[in-house]
């Protein structure tokens, strides 16, 4: 890896890793709402239209099933495509394109096609959105067989994902954060591919595994560097791909600490945390030293008010307590 690294900011990684590839490849190419404004889809695509042209950097209507479908089809023609979904929650227009084409096509074919296309929801949180803008709903695409789900919390792991995700032969879905935007990391100048399901131990530690990643592996960090000065020494996981999903990582950590903590910045019910929990009950449970404690949304819509918004969302003072709780497990 060289040394002729830079800090870049999250959206300016994301930036990179699109350019380095379409540099390299003339066959991948951007379509999506708001791909032609800078700041529609936060400086990710600055500068991209300029360089390759419209006909590689393609600003739509908005439909996002016919977008979404058009890409399909130009993936299974040999295209790579990366589709842009500025909200994550009108994608959900997209989903027969998305799960009942792209997800089965490599198997119903029986290996013989394939389709090499990255689908880019980018969750919105905040500033009284409100329930129909700001939901995250990474477990949905977990659920789905030939699927594979990335969400990156760091600028040096969102360009190397990304470029794993676009060189890849099938779908990926690039779950990504508007509030991890301004995050900032080395990032090498050339590229490079960061494998998916390899977690990363952001902190090591022995009283207990704290497990998250996305945006909430932000406030993780935060957690985990405050409960340090306080004498709580915090394992704390990013785990960067949802699926396929780094299991030995967290089971190893498991059996040191016997308490883990799960932070998801999605609902409780079905959630990604639950998932996890579940791996862990079964294959590691008698190293269990106290029960296993997730920390999600409530199970309701996103607020519209700013004031209703401080209580909805979690951030590192709920894992403090959540963690808090755990250790002192009698």
């Known amino acids: 890896m060289s040394i002729n690294n830079r800090k870049l900011t999250y959206s300016l990684a994301v930036n990179e890793a699109i350019k380095q590839m379409m540099e390299i490849d003339e066959s991948v190419f951007v ?48 295209m790579k495509p990366i589709v842009v ?4 929650d009108f994608m959900l227009y997209a989903f027969d394109p998305i799960i009942n084409q792209a997800a089965n096509w490599y198997y119903m074919n029986g290996g013989r096609a394939s389709v090499p296309l990255v689908i880019w929801p980018i969750v919105n949180r905040g500033g009284e959105q409100a329930a129909q803008h700001s939901q995250a709903l990474h477990s949905l695409f977990a659920h789905i067989p ?8 760091t600028a040096y792991d969102v360009k190397g994902l990304l470029i794993s995700a676009i060189k890849d032969p099938n779908p990926v879905v ?13 990032v090498p100048n050339e590229i490079y591919e960061i494998p998916f399901g390899k977690g990363t131990i952001r902190n090591e530690g022995n009283d207990i595994t704290l497990v998250s990643f996305s945006y909430m592996a932000v406030e993780a960090q935060k957690a985990t560097d ?30 040191k600490t016997g308490k883990l903590v799960i932070a998801d910045g999605s609902w409780r019910t079905g959630s990604f945390a639950a998932e996890i929990a579940a791996i862990v009950a079964q294959k590691a449970f008698k190293y269990l030293k106290a029960p296993i404690e997730r920390v999600t949304l409530p199970d309701i819509p996103a607020p ?27």
Do not use: M
């Open 85 to 88: 979904h500025p909200r994550v």
């Open 226 to 255: 405050e409960l340090k000065n306080k004498g709580i020494n915090v394992e704390f996981i990013d785990i960067r791909t949802i699926k396929p999903l780094d299991e030995d990582i967290i089971l190893n950590s498991v059996k």
């Open 304 to 330: 519209a008010s700013s004031e209703l918004e401080k209580a909805y969302y979690i951030n590192s003072d709920n894992i403090i307590e959540a963690i808090k709780k755990v250790v002192n497990y009698k």
């Open 31 to 78: 379509i999506g709402q708001g791909v032609e404004s800078p700041w529609y889809v936060g400086n990710t695509c600055t500068g991209l239209i300029e360089e390759f042209g419209e006909e590689r950097v393609i600003d739509t209507p908005v439909s996002e099933n016919a977008i979404t479908g058009s890409a399909v089809g130009a993936a299974i023609a040999g």
């Open 146 to 153: 030939g699927l594979k789900v990335i969400a990156p919390s």
């Open 174 to 186: 690039f779950i990504d954060d508007r509030w991890i935007y301004g995050q900032e990391s080395n």
